[in-house]
């Protein structure tokens, strides 16, 4: 079991950064894959980002390549999300989750994550 617990949101104005932040309790999270993800009011969750228990691996939604990056430390039971260039459309509350098995055809899937955070709140004004 690992429990989460995301860190880092705020208010920023369009063009900005942020780093969110997931710190992790368990015995397990080294072996967790990691992944991010973002619900506005009135859409659906949806997937952002994620990384592989190593690190080595990482896979990112269209809308935010090349603006957005995850990393982790697992000596730390750390996963960020590095959030830069960000646009009002990045407004959102955002989930860290986690999973400890991984199939690369559902990674951006919200169902394959047993493990969920609270959401932080990102707002980014125009």
């Known amino acids: 079991q690992v429990q989460l617990v995301e860190s880092g949101g705020g208010l920023v104005q369009a063009g900005g950064s942020l780093r969110l932040s997931c710190a992790a309790s368990g015995p397990t999270f080294s072996t967790t894959y990691m992944g991010w993800f973002r619900q506005a009011p009135g859409r659906e969750r949806e997937f952002v980002a994620a990384i592989s228990w190593s690190g080595g691996s990482r896979y990112y939604a269209d809308p935010v390549k090349d603006r957005f990056t995850v990393s982790r430390d697992n000596t730390k039971n750390t996963v960020w999300l590095q959030m830069n260039s960000l646009k009002p459309e990045d407004t959102a509350v955002y989930y860290c989750?986690?999973?400890?098995?991984?199939?690369?055809?559902?990674?951006?899937?919200?169902?394959?994550?047993?493990?969920w955070g609270q959401g932080t709140q990102v707002t980014v004004s125009s």
């Open positions: 989750a986690g999973t400890p098995t991984l199939a690369l055809s559902n990674v951006g899937s919200a169902s394959t994550y047993d493990y």
